[in-house]
């Protein structure tokens, strides 16, 4: 994985202002693999495609990869089955399909890189032959503000199976750039386009800024002859030897972790001695193996005041190993109750005292929080994810009330962990961990003794909007 610091260095050294553009192509540049497998994965898994259209629709797809078919032809054929949808439900289940499938393939790499144009007040766009419904979620979860795109009739709110002329491949999607230049005032010269399709040589051509990105064979030819800078990610995609063996290291190294810890709680009379010894020792053992770093902001908050309630925005299941490296002793999580059935987190959670809850009954999940709070009053800190579940994307979910009240009933403060890019090391519903640096900022303690049940409201409020900030930065 090629550092983020090098990838953006040439753009935080150029020209800044909105007359440069960054254009970025969809599959393969901004996320890994193809966004419409997803779209027909969901269809199938649905029950809305049947296994003739399924067949009909991979004929086309090679057909086209075989240049029998041209791409009007192709897309004209694999939307014909779209006749009478909704386009109102359809974007809401594209937006599911981002969250669920296509959010964890995003290209961290790729994200650091749109950042950077952001950052300098460029005018960025996605610019592909797919369509709105599968580039606008992850637009918008980038801060991307503009969409050109091929695009599909609707009538009266449902397609009609057509689609609009001319398409955005090619030669449209060069034209599709000008028009936009025009309007917008960019110069092309001075613009980046980012793709790893030779079929984009026309829009390569006519920036002053060609980027190949993850390129095709043949495109990455065209780029040595031309001298175009090929950008590739191994970030996504098919994890390595190397990654899979890290993260099976990582996990076991719970073992020896509590092997040394067993004999310092036979030493020292206290379970909880063993505990610490396990918490110290798998976050720094099993992070060095995990290969991931972190660069914390603020570590000093950390030990600030304890007791305290830390909480953290939950975007990874490498969260708590990460917490464990920061925290290091004295405190106990809060967890859903589905860990419990882990064969090896359930086990060691349980050991260290780890709170479990129902986050699908109300009742119990509040009745559950009693012995965190007599944590809290016997000296330990409680760690948890005001969330309640991981987030797809960076940007954090709806904060629920628990980690509020319990700090509000113990009278201890609130400090909020963030964690910038968790997600790079390990995505919502991946399982190989990949080496990186997270990035952390830890907030002063924030207290909690002159809160009132009227105004709790509005202090959650005020806190997720300073997560919102932090990730913004």
Known sequence: MRAPGDLIAEIECGPSGPAVAAFFDLDRTLLAGFSAAAFIRDDVMAGRMGATELARTLLAAVRFQLGVLGFSGFIASTVARLRGRSEAEFEANAEHIFREHLAGEVYPESRALVRAHLRRGHTVAVVSSATRYQIEPLARDFGIPHVLCTGLEVCEGRFTGGVVQPTCYGEGKAAAARAFASAHGVGLGESYFYT??????????????????????????????????????????????????????????????????????????????????????????????????????????????????????????????????????????????????????????????????????????????????????????????????????????????????????????????????????????????????????????????????????????????????????
């Open 196 to 473: 790893d399709s030779e079929e984009d040589l026309p829009l390569l051509e006519i920036v002053g800024r060609p980027r190949p990105t993850n390129p095709s064979a043949r495109l990455a030819e065209i780029a040595t002859r031309r001298g175009w800078p090929v950008r590739r990610f191994r970030s996504r995609g098919t994890p390595g030897v190397l990654a899979i063996a890290r993260t099976a290291l990582a996990v076991g190294s719970l073992a020896p972790a509590f092997a040394l810890g067993v004999p310092a709680a036979i030493l020292g009379g206290s379970w909880r001695h063993a505990v610490n010894v396990v918490i110290s020792t798998w976050g720094e053992l099993g992070t060095a193996l995990a290969g991931v770093d972190l660069h914390v902001i603020g570590e000093a908050h950390l030990w600030a005041e304890r007791p305290a309630v830390f909480i953290f925005n939950h975007q990874s299941g490498i969260d708590m190993l990460l917490l464990c490296r920061l925290l290091r002793r004295d405190i106990v999580g809060v967890a859903k109750q589905e860990i419990r059935r882990n064969l090896i987190f359930g086990p060691a959670f349980a050991l260290a005292g780890v709170v479990f809850i129902d986050r699908f009954d109300r009742e119990r999940a509040v009745a559950a929080l009693a012995p965190a709070v007599e944590a809290l009053q016997q000296g330990l800190s409680i760690v948890l994810a005001p969330e309640g579940t991981r987030s797809a994307t960076p940007r954090p979910g709806r904060f629920k009330k628990g980690a509020f009240h319990l700090a509000m009933a113990a009278r201890v403060p609130i400090v909020p962990i963030v964690f910038r890019n968790a997600l790079d090391a390990l995505p919502k519903h991946a399982v190989i961990v990949r080496p990186t640096t997270v990035e952390v900022v830890v907030h002063p303690p924030i207290p909690t003794t002159n809160w009132t049940p009227a105004a709790l409201d509005d202090e959650i409020a005020a806190i997720h909007q300073l997560y919102e900030e932090t990730l913004d930065a």
